[in-house]
């Protein structure tokens, strides 16, 4: 069984900064992947970024140079740093993770972010 749980979400104004974290815990030999989505309200669930285990990483078009994600595979953590924040930012967001040797992945319950312009 793997969970994974986000925190960090809140109340902002625009352009301030929050920072999301993603702790996945229970049976997980190893990570391979960790993404951070969101979803608004009647809108797709958008890839915001993702990470590999090695570090690499990549970034939706939208949060380019705002957003940074970063992850500690000790701690099997990940986090998003978020800057300038707009309030298109304004959703719920999730952490996927993949684990080495399998197909399946685990989802957060979601964290809220909220910017108000």
């Known amino acids: 069984q793997v969970r994974v749980e986000e925190s960090g979400g809140g109340l902002v104004q625009a352009g301030g900064s929050l920072r999301l974290s993603c702790a996945a815990s229970?049976?997980?030999?190893?990570?391979?992947?960790m993404r951070w989505y969101r979803q608004a309200p009647g809108k797709q669930r958008d890839l915001v970024a993702t990470?590999?285990?090695?570090?690499?990483?990549k970034y939706g078009d939208s949060v380019k140079g705002r957003f940074t994600v970063s992850r500690d595979n000790a701690k099997n953590t990940m986090y998003l740093q978020m800057n300038s924040l707009k309030p298109e930012g304004t959703a719920m967001y999730y952490c996927?993770?993949?684990?080495?040797?399998?197909?399946?992945?685990?989802w957060g319950q979601g964290t809220q972010v909220t910017v108000s312009s």
């Open positions: 229970g049976s997980i030999f190893s990570i391979n992947v």
């Open positions: 996927n993770v993949v684990l080495w040797g399998s197909t399946a992945d685990y």
């Open positions: 990470i590999s285990t090695g570090g690499n990483t």
